[in-house]
């Protein structure tokens, strides 16, 4: 099948004047654009039109953005580069691909499958045949180098007899069974309805997060529900989108333990790939890059160290002190500043700033009311720039950049979505904490003259181009491409309360992950594709139990000393209807509290948004839940899970 190549795009760093900065010879290289596949060629015309829409939107601020950026850096030049990105030999980027997937016992010939077949057992047939494809073409390649002879995933799954090896490996070649788990995936789930119509920016969409992504985009494949594609001058006019709330809720970056959070990168990866095969994209990642060691203390500085020093200072800091202090004080004095971020301080004055930030930021003695905000505003893109990783990873910078080039928005979202989950908790917070304040930005724009496409114009270059990467672009691409980028920064700012939610699937297959880690499974399927067929025979089923309509749980408390409130469950009984009912009874019987002081309201009565139900143990590590969910079905789902209210940590603790 076709494919599109996934592949970064940055720029370098050669001087032109400013005045040339706004037209189509500009001065920023970026890597080409994937070619079109006759798979996508319905879409295209919808992919260039989209571009063309942005022809009257300013790209000045972009190109003017990109000069600062070069004259900030040009004294710098020799020492800013990461280690090369060298090419990979066949078969290298698919093992690295299976590492990062978790299953780096598939490359070798070592005995411990088990963990790897746990994994498998939780994936949908688009996933599955993502993770066949690669091992495939991984095992051949390690077959032509004549090396030690790596194991065949019929060793893996069960060894079947001549006949049927001859059959399935006529069946099994990669193209064949990507052929035939999306015509079977179609007909399976034929009844069901994800496309999309015509998007009217005035009404909400359905959002399906219940359904894998891949899954739905194979069905939209199928039957060629192919939705325009645009790209809107301003925010207002972006059509809005709708998580439709299931009888388990939603579920946001953060309400999952950190047990739990280190299992969705690695599914989210594999979901990932699996879309960009059904889209036709092939997914292409830049090796981690050996960072050279600094002793500077905050510029510069890996985010990890960083935190790791903060944490010193403020435990359970998630995103740098540094950053943090910028950001409030732009909040505190910037917000209303006409061209904000877009207006550049004096790159004299910056530079001194950063020296004294170095000196003084943990002493406390920098004083911040004596700067200026454009001066603050360009501290905090220096910042961001001058991480010797990109925010958003060199490993999968490139695949950020080419998002741009998926005609659908919906399935833009999912893709982001995935990357989102995939990216270190570290950048994932810091990039949430950056996005949220310029959302605030953009929510002063009568006053600040900087609107959505304003802010992701100016912020586009900051995050997409980085120091020392590969900068390879054909001529004639720069405008289009740096449109991408600065669409890829005002989707992220303005959808991110979705891209920062947990897919229901997602967590589904976390569920399924911890329920096995108790009980290995005993599989003799011939191929990954078997596996699925007999696993997913009952997927998605709802067990509603029709013999136990209502249920009596107890309900526990890490407020209370000693009691626990009995809580009778039916169809309609909702995680906030037990925290009023807590309330109720903790207010009325005199409980024994561990502090009172904070928690009861001078009326006697209780913040009820100061509590939150977490449901722990079972088949979840601990899940903050959803004041929507119907915790009957919850129970079904996780019978041997115990329910806990704790106060909501985004309020002053009680001590």
């Not at 030049?77 to 280690?83: I, T």
């Not at 309201?601 to 839940?625: A, D, F, Q, R, W």
Request: charged share 25%.
């Amino acid at each position: 099948m076709p494919q599109f190549k996934l592949k970064p795009f940055y720029w370098d760093h050669h001087r032109k004047e400013v005045d040339e900065l706004s037209t189509r010879n500009c001065p920023c290289k970026m890597s080409q654009l994937p070619l079109k596949s006759p798979l996508a060629s319905p879409v295209s015309e919808g992919t260039n039109s989209r571009v063309e829409s942005l022809d009257n939107l300013s790209m000045d601020s972009f190109w003017l953005e990109v000069e600062n950026i070069k004259q900030s850096t040009e004294a710098e030049q020799e020492e800013c580069s990461l280690a090369d990105v060298k090419t990979q030999e066949e078969g290298e980027a698919e093992a690295e691909w299976l590492q990062d997937a978790g299953l780096s016992d598939l490359l070798g010939d070592r005995a411990s499958e088990n963990d790897n077949i746990v994994l498998l057992s939780t994936l949908t047939k688009t996933q599955a045949a993502a993770v066949q494809r690669r091992l495939d073409t991984y095992s051949r390649s390690r077959r032509r180098k004549n090396k030690h002879p790596v194991r065949d995933v019929r060793d893996i799954f069960g060894v079947v007899s001549s006949e049927e090896s001859a059959a399935e490996k006529k069946e099994s070649s990669p193209d064949q069974l990507w052929h035939n788990l999306r015509t079977s995936n179609v007909q399976r789930t034929e009844t069901q309805d994800y496309s999309c119509p015509v998007r009217n920016p005035g009404k909400e969409e359905v959002f399906n997060m219940d359904v894998a992504y891949s899954e739905q985009a194979a069905v939209l494949l199928k039957g060629s529900f192919l939705s325009e594609s645009r790209k809107l001058k301003d925010g207002n006019a972006l059509p809005k989108f709708k998580i439709p709330k299931g009888r388990l809720g939603v579920t946001r970056i953060g309400d999952l333990s950190a047990q739990d959070m280190k299992k969705i990168p690695t599914l989210a990866l594999i979901e990932l790939t699996a879309l960009c095969d059904i889209l036709g994209f092939e997914l292409k990642r830049n090796k981690a890059p050996k960072l050279k060691t600094t002793e500077k203390r905050l510029f510069g500085v890996p985010l990890h160290t960083l935190l790791e020093n903060d944490q010193k200072l403020l435990p359970n800091t998630k995103v740098p002190l540094l950053l943090q202090a910028l950001l409030s004080c732009l909040e505190k004095r910037g917000l209303e500043t006409e061209g904000i971020l877009r207006v550049s301080g004096s790159q004299t004055r910056i530079k001194s700033l950063e020296q004294k930030l170095e000196r003084d930021f943990y002493t406390g003695l920098f004083r911040w009311d004596e700067v200026h905000q454009n001066d603050v505003s360009g501290l905090l893109k220096r910042f961001i720039r001058e991480l010797p990783a990109p925010l958003l990873t060199a490993e999968y910078l490139p695949a950020f950049a080419a998002v741009q080039s998926i005609p659908d928005l919906k399935q833009r979202l999912q893709a982001l979505n995935l990357l989102i989950l995939i990216l270190p908790e570290p950048n994932r917070n810091t990039l949430k904490a950056l996005l949220e304040f310029l959302s605030k930005v953009v929510a002063r724009e009568n006053n600040n003259k900087m609107n959505l496409w304003n802010v992701s114009t100016v912020m586009a270059p900051n995050l997409f181009m980085h120091k020392g990467l590969p900068n390879k672009i054909p001529e004639g691409k720069e405008k289009q491409l740096a449109e991408g980028a600065a669409d890829v920064v005002r989707t992220m700012i303005h959808y991110q309360d979705l891209l920062w939610t947990v897919s229901s699937f997602l967590v589904g297959q976390v569920r399924k992950l911890n329920e096995s880690n108790s009980k290995r499974y005993q599989f003799c399927d011939k191929r990954i594709k078997n596996l699925l067929r007999k696993i997913h025979a009952d997927k998605d089923k709802v067990e509603k139990n029709q013999a136990e309509p209502s249920k009596i749980v107890k309900v526990h408390s890490s407020l209370l000393l000693k009691d626990s409130l009995e809580v009778h469950l039916n169809n309609a009984t909702r995680a906030a209807d037990v925290l009023r009912q807590f309330q109720k009874n903790l207010c009325q019987n005199g409980w024994n509290i561990v502090n009172t002081v904070n928690l009861l309201k001078c009326n006697n009565s209780m913040e009820c948004t100061n509590l939150l139900l977490y449901e722990v143990g079972g088949n979840i590590g601990e899940h903050c839940l959803d004041p929507d969910t119907y915790l009957l079905d919850l129970y079904h789902i996780n019978p041997h899970a115990e329910w806990i209210i704790k106060q909501n940590p985004s309020y002053p603790r009680m001590y």
